[in-house]
């Protein structure tokens, strides 16, 4: 990670290299503001955890951008100050950021979001309907993410699954064997739902973009825009009585709430009159073992409402 101030602003910030792959950049980067800062590796990646989880910084690319409310939601603030402190106390340095440089909120277009839920469909033709439908995923080319793909993952599962996951996109693992949630988080989330008695078979797993973003980076708001009405038609088709949204870009595309995932758990949302559940994505327990909890309670909730209605 590299991170320096300059009159002219704030120069990329890199991620450590807990947030890259395996074969992402080099140490080097990571290693310059670690010496710099006397932070350790573990408190870096714990930092910025917390940071994203919290909407304070977005992952773009590998670069860091943060974010700054609307103007008519925030306060007048001075952008910087001068701490005047003791040499017995320590201060932490913060870098001046120009306004410019930061990003306003992410937001996408409610109407398709907000139409009506169409009748629902026999059993015995939701099945060839997907199948039309993940032929038109495979050969989609509306946004940039189709020039770096190794093939688009559609979504696997029951065509009548009484509950829906949804996750942000493909990794690398989901990229090369076109089908969702394979990797690591994959395999917890397997985990997870052996916990309530539940199997992919019972369910149907898929991902708001259905290629994978470069380097693994967030979706962009045009390739969700262009990718989400996909989704959208295979919730139409499957019907399910939840939607269990894996992770900040599922609940955002979903319900359009732009808040992290801690502020919306446990909250009442709804995608044309279908309950959702706001979640945090598998590879946040990979990253934050100790949250781990949060994910028992979120499926305590789904078993709670697949309960038949006495």
């Not at 910030?13 to 080099?26: L, T, Y």
């Not at 408190?43 to 609307?70: C, I, K, N």
Request: proline share 8%; charged share 20%; with cysteine.
């Amino acid at each position: 990670m590299r991170a320096a101030a300059s009159a002219g602003g704030v120069e990329p910030v890199a991620h450590p290299s807990g947030w890259r792959e395996a074969h992402g950049e080099a140490e080097a980067d990571a290693e310059s503001v670690w010496q710099a800062t006397g932070y350790g590796r573990e408190a870096w990646q714990a930092t910025l955890a917390y940071w994203l989880e919290s909407g304070v910084v977005f992952r773009s690319g590998s670069q860091l951008e943060f974010y700054v409310p609307p103007p008519q939601t925030r306060r007048e603030m001075p952008v910087s100050r001068t701490v005047e402190s003791s040499p017995s106390e320590w201060t932490p340095a913060v870098p001046t950021v120009p306004v410019a440089a930061l990003v306003q909120p992410f937001a996408l277009p409610v109407g398709e979001r907000d139409a009506a839920l169409p009748d629902a469909l026999p059993v015995g033709e939701r099945a060839a309907i997907l199948a039309d439908l993940a032929g038109q995923v495979g050969v989609c080319e509306r946004c940039s993410l189709a020039r770096t793909r190794t093939q688009a993952v559609f979504g696997v599962g029951a065509v009548d699954a009484a509950v829906v996951f949804v996750g942000e996109g493909p990794g690398a693992e989901e990229d090369m064997r076109g089908e969702p949630f394979v990797g690591a988080a994959g395999r917890l989330l397997d985990n997870m739902l052996r916990g309530v008695g539940l199997g992919r078979s019972q369910v149907f797993i898929a991902n708001v973009v259905k290629c994978r973003p470069p380097g693994n980076r967030n979706p962009q708001v045009e390739e969700v825009t262009a990718c989400q009405g996909y989704l959208f038609r295979q919730l139409e088709v499957i019907r399910p009585r939840v939607i269990f949204c894996l992770g900040k870009f599922a609940l955002l595309c979903l319900t359009g709430h732009a808040g992290a995932v801690g502020q919306a758990r446990g909250q009442s949302f709804f995608w044309r009159s279908i309950p959702v559940i706001a979640s945090y994505h598998p590879a946040y327990y990979l990253r934050t073992p100790s949250r781990k909890r949060a994910a028992w309670e979120d499926l305590l909730r789904l078993i709670k409402l697949l309960q038949p209605v006495p």
